[in-house]
């Protein structure tokens, strides 16, 4: 087998639930995934390991063979494709060499960038903002988070935190304590858990975010009244950052995207009363990605810095 002149590369969506890996070809096609169960309670190495595995999986379906991996992983990232930080829903994250050792196991050359901002960049490039040049992308799931891409390269920040939107004062939180160790911070209300940490505060019973949106969309006021407080709150944050940034479009992401229309109407209603005239017209569309959008975000970045090496070689 050998390297696949076209530039085919493995990009990889690392998770807290599992793990997806692809292969990514030259014109932006995935083909071949494979996706396994995190070993979240297990340590790095265990983590590691599966993201090895995962990616031998995905060369040994197909003739070509990559010239290298890309991956999209959470946590804080950071130059060299170490974990700089992250949360206890990886067990021992921070710290893993993630890069290294996987380039290490596999023999080839890999980078590694925060799964959000992979995903940002897959959709920016690929999904919902392509031809855009300004590509504002919100994460609305099991937390909040986003980046910001312009002209196809993702903001990363200083120390490596650029896209943190959760946890931005949100009035909507009150002193509700965040995952991050602050009070009243969006995350607390607008994302999954915070659907149902507002539901219940009314006095709603309910497990995940699913169970809240379906039972306001059968009738439940409480569930209604829980969707627009959740969604307003995000719409309001996303109209102040739509006026600070100036984006072409809001690229909105994550599994309270597909929440419905109470929760699309809210969440608009809030951006478009923040906004300032000259901004009245900026799209906020739904990803049209999905869990793709991190493998082909991190293979894309990938391929680019090969690129650029392989010229200036």
Excluded at 179 to 204: D, I, Q
Excluded at 269 to 298: F, V
Aim: proline share 3%; glycine share 16%; charged share 15%.
């Amino acid at each position: 087998m050998t390297v696949d002149p076209d530039g085919t590369v493995v990009g990889v969506d690392l998770g807290g639930t599992k793990i997806t890996a692809g292969l990514v070809l030259s014109g932006g096609r995935v083909v071949d995934e494979v996706t396994v169960a995190t070993p979240a309670r297990q340590g790095a190495d265990a983590v590691v390991s599966a993201v090895v595995a995962v990616v031998q999986q995905v060369i040994d379906m197909n003739d070509r063979h990559p010239i290298g991996i890309g991956i999209g992983s959470a946590g804080v990232i950071g130059d060299r494709g170490e974990v700089l930080a992250a949360t206890d829903h990886l067990l021992g994250w921070a710290g893993a060499p993630l890069a290294a050792s996987v380039e290490k196991a596999t023999g080839l050359r890999t980078l590694a960038i925060n799964d959000v901002h992979a995903h940002a960049l897959g959709e920016a490039r690929h999904g919902a903002g392509r031809g855009m040049g300004v590509v504002l992308v919100v994460a609305a799931g099991t937390g909040l988070g986003g980046a910001v891409v312009v002209d196809g390269k993702t903001m990363i920040g200083s120390r490596h935190l650029a896209g943190h939107l959760g946890h931005v004062p949100a009035a909507e939180a009150g002193d509700l304590e965040c995952a991050c160790g602050g009070r009243g911070h969006l995350e607390t209300v607008s994302s999954g858990p915070g659907l149902v940490t507002v539901y219940r505060r009314a006095g709603g019973i309910a497990d995940d975010a699913r169970q809240v949106v379906a039972a306001a969309e059968s009738g439940d006021e409480t569930a209604r009244a829980a969707v627009h407080v959740s969604g307003r709150a995000l719409g309001r944050a996303i109209g102040g950052w739509i006026n600070m940034i100036d984006p072409d479009v809001v690229v909105v992401s994550g599994g309270l995207a597909q929440a419905g229309t109470i929760w699309w109407d809210a969440l608009d209603r809030g951006a478009r009363g923040e906004l300032i005239p000259l901004a009245s017209g900026c799209p906020i569309l739904k990803s049209q990605l999905g869990s793709r959008a991190s493998i082909l975000g991190a293979a894309s970045l990938f391929a680019d810095t090969h690129r650029y090496q392989e010229q200036h070689s």
